[in-house]
């Protein structure tokens, strides 16, 4: 006799309904409603992808939301400091993460003369920044912030010397900004969305490489990793070292009870060739989603736990040794 299936209610965050992470919930819910009982409910909620997600969770308001990037985006919020601080949820699990390849890169327009952070300092040029939003929920312009300000330049300064910020979450907002001529430069991921392909072949633009040591104390003093956007991509014309950016993790709370945590985990290793098939029309480095998803390490590197129900499930099907 078949075990009867559960009633289940749950809340999903994704982004701000239009991207990649309402892909993701959306996937999961529709696998979810075929593993549950009549009547259940799975309500999705808009977000950045960032502090609010997190929150819901948190907050108790919701049951899973995704976040990104994967070795800060948890890790911050469960210890409740930088972006987080003084509001910690330790008791943040996840269930794995959706593999993406993604770097936070700053560029200008290659007819300002701009190469280094040492020529910003010095020239103090008019920049317009293509951004995204700089308010509380945002952890990209919180990272962005502390990478100007650790090469010296407060972002005051920005605005100081002429120049604006142009904000919009949506880097497919925002990039055309920089594309049209409105902004002069751009500090933002996404590298693989076309909006990023259509400016470097409109606009000559300069990737300005961060600069080793500054690298090398954020990676220390806050978690973040060190990329490198390699020569050629984007027209790059040398490898260019950032901070990657990479990742879509799964966020829920310890109390997530252990069957739900272990079916949900299941969706997403036994289902994935339907996310893989959403995106493998289009050459990797040019899709949102690196496919294909791997679940011997789609669980390793998130910086918060495990679920026990997700860890559970990777160990029955051999995925951890």
Known sequence: ??????????TLVGDWGNANFHVIVGWLAAYLRWNSAPLSRFTIRTGTGYRDNIDLVGLGEADLAITTPR???AAWARDGKHFYAGRGYPFLRTLGFIPQDDRLIFAVRADLGIESFDDIRKKKPVLNIATPFRDVNNLTSYATDLVLRHHGIE???????????M??????????????????AIFNEAIMVPQWYELV????????????SVLKTLEKDYGLQPGVLPKGRL?????IPCLDWSHWTTIVREDMPEEIAYLITSIMVEERGEMERRYAHMPVERSPMTYP??????????????HPGAERYYREHGYMK
């Open 293 to 306: 998803i791997d679940p011997y390490t789609m669980w390793q590197g998130i910086g918060v736990d495990l």
């Open 71 to 73: 070795h800060i985006g």
């Open 167 to 184: 904000e919009h979450d949506h880097p497919r907002l925002s990039i055309p900004r920089a594309i049209s001529g409105e902004a002069n």
């Open 201 to 212: 072949e409109k606009v000559p633009m300069r990737f300005i490489p961060m600069e080793a």
């Open 1 to 10: 006799m078949n075990k009867p299936l559960p009633r289940l209610d749950l």
């Open 235 to 239: 027209k790059a014309h040398m490898d």
């Open 155 to 165: 972002p005051e300064d920005i605005i100081r010397w002429g120049g604006s910020f």
